[in-house]
């Protein structure tokens, strides 16, 4: 059997979009040079019960990304109220008083443009919290807004659609906080359902644990009173649950985030990043199952958590565990962006630099790689050629070099424009740098297992093939991902042999594929000699057989 195939590599100006996703030359260019334009830097500051959080972003306006520059967090329990009258405490307030005045510190060393601060439930609830406003304004002359239950949804689904694709698939975004419980329905276009729901980690445990470990019969008032408190905002989200659709569960904030860190302690695969991490509910009801027996000091001593999360780890994750119960969810995917994130998304929304969200959405993995490969000083052309020789081989070698149905086609495309970003620390073994940048760099839009496959598809794009004691293969999930990595690599360092030089030479590639051989014919730009590229090719022929069976040629026109 004989199948051949003639593909030419298209210039910067191509127009051509490749679905399903736009990875075209023109979607880089239309996204302006890596280091276009004047970073913009904006804050945004969380006045919580439990925390004051502080974020600074930079943002590229080519790009319409943003960087997180800075995050600070102070537990300043806001929520800690007066018992009697539900006010403030003074004690409380000096707290944030205090974090407030620091953080307005390093917000200006910072040269932030603007501090776009927001306070919660907490203020929102305590009679005394517009005169706390009024006084966060005189003493240190900033503007707090108070938002409400449903815009603190609001801004939760922004954040947390900064960061992940949704696709065509609605999303359940569970975020637990100190005094409150947001339940959001939403896609990529828009919320179905924003409810806000006053039970959170804090005022359970400052309403209802006496004792703790917390009496059995005493546990189970708790979960009828978090059902009871749960139901309508449950009853919304699955009314506007369409028959054929099945959600995905996403939780965010600290409640949801230790419980990761906690079931992640434990995971052989050695989990450095949270966001994307998925945890079932059979996971966390042992998770929970360990917790609600250990005293307080017990918990404190589980490196994840911090004092104060130590205290309230159970009531929040007995809401996180009913939560799923009442929506029959069995797996929750965590999300390291929220309110602070969606200030910032927000923020960009009223700038005009953002036109809207789905288009944002529809391009956030492309953006998401440009923006890293511009934070590493890649070489942008030379980046986007390897991308356009690896993307052509993918699509002419189905069969013969990868098996894969397309899930590995959008991984390729992201390692070639990220495989040499390593060379920004040393040229000798960069594919090794490339691979820890990379796997501590910042993917949005990708899974945790999609993000260590980008990782390691560049590692392998050169030198030795993939050991069992290299860390970079050991942390990929299971065997379909090693697979996927494997051909993918092989693609890349295909794509990668033939651009040795500064300036363009293969024009285009003729593809034939008879048995169990693969010629790949050459032609070049203005006449120019490819033995060079010829030489890398064939140095790659005893990879080919080993991995594929295949016998590699490569003719030069």
């Known amino acids: 059997m004989q199948d051949e195939r003639v593909f030419a590599f298209q210039g910067r ?4 979009s490749v679905e399903p996703f736009d990875s075209s ?5 239309k996204m302006g040079n890596f280091n276009d334009g004047r970073l913009r830097h904006v804050g945004a500051i969380d006045i919580g019960t439990n925390s004051t959080h502080l974020l600074i972003a930079s ?4 790009l319409n990304t943003f960087t997180i520059d800075l995050a600070e967090k102070e537990t300043t329990r806001l929520g800690n109220r007066d018992l009697e009258s539900g006010n403030l405490t003074d004690i409380a307030i000096a707290r944030v008083l205090e974090t407030l005045k620091r953080f307005k510190e390093l917000a200006n060393s910072h040269k932030v443009e603007e501090l776009v601060i927001a306070a919660t439930s907490a203020v929102r609830e305590a009679p005394n919290g517009r005169a706390f406003l009024s006084l966060v304004k005189e003493k ?21 659609l900064s960061g992940m694709p949704f696709g065509d698939q609605p999303h359940i975004l569970l975020d637990i906080g100190g005094g409150s419980t947001e339940l959001i329905l939403a ?6 359902a924003l409810t806000s729901t006053r039970v959170g980690a804090v005022r359970l445990q400052q309403d209802f644990v006496r004792e703790d470990p917390i009496p059995p019969a005493r546990r189970d008032f708790i979960q009828t009173f978090i059902r009871g408190s749960l139901e309508p905002a449950v009853y919304k989200i699955s009314s506007r649950i369409k028959p054929s659709e099945v959600p995905v569960m996403v939780a965010t904030s600290g409640t949801a985030m230790a419980i990761g860190a906690l079931v992640a302690s434990e995971d052989v695969n050695q989990i450095k990043k949270l966001h994307g991490y998925r945890v079932s509910k059979e996971t966390l009801d042992q998770l929970l199952g360990k917790l609600v027996k250990m005293s307080p ?26 939560a799923m119960q009442m929506l029959n969810v069995e797996e929750l995917t965590l999300s390291e962006r929220a309110l602070r994130e969606g200030l910032i998304f927000d923020w960009m929304l009223r700038q005009g630099l953002l036109k809207d969200r789905f288009s944002f959405q529809s391009s956030i993995r492309q953006r998401t790689v440009i923006h890293q490969a511009q934070r590493f000083a890649v070489d942008r052309l030379r980046a986007e050629r390897v ?3 690896a993307l052509s081989l993918y699509d002419s070698t189905f069969g013969s070099l990868h098996n894969d149905k397309g899930n590995g086609r959008e991984l390729l495309w992201a390692a070639s424009l990220l495989h040499a970003c390593g060379q920004h620390i040393n040229l000798t073994a960069y594919h090794k740098h490339s691979w820890y940048l990379i796997r501590h760099g910042e993917l949005l839009g990708y899974s945790q297992s999609e993000h260590l496959m980008v990782a390691a598809i560049a590692r392998y794009h050169r030198r030795s093939l993939p050991k069992k004691r290299h860390e970079a293969w050991q942390v990929l999930s299971n065997k379909e991902n090693r697979q996927i990595v494997s051909e993918m690599a092989l693609i890349l360092r ?15 590639i003729k593809v034939k594929v008879n048995g169990p051989e693969i010629v790949l014919e050459l032609f070049p730009v203005n006449d120019e000699n490819l033995g060079l590229e010829k030489w890398n090719l064939m140095n790659c022929a005893e990879i080919i057989r080993d991995l594929t069976g295949m016998h590699l040629k490569v003719l030069l026109n």
């Open 59 to 62: 943002i590229d306006p080519i």
């Open 297 to 322: 000091e017990q918990r404190r001593k589980l490196s994840p958590l911090n004092d104060r999360r130590a205290e309230i780890i159970v009531p929040g994750g007995l809401i996180l565990q009913t």
């Open 13 to 16: 100006d191509s127009m051509a």
């Open 494 to 508: 295909l794509a990668s042999s033939m651009d040795q030089r500064p300036q363009p030479a293969v024009k285009s």
């Open 187 to 192: 896609d990529c276009r828009d919320a179905r």
């Open 25 to 29: 030359p023109a979607f880089s260019k």
């Open 140 to 160: 240190l002359q900033l503007d707090v807004d108070l938002v409400s239950g449903s815009e603190e949804a609001r801004l939760i689904y922004l954040g947390v």
């Open 387 to 389: 991308a356009s020789y």
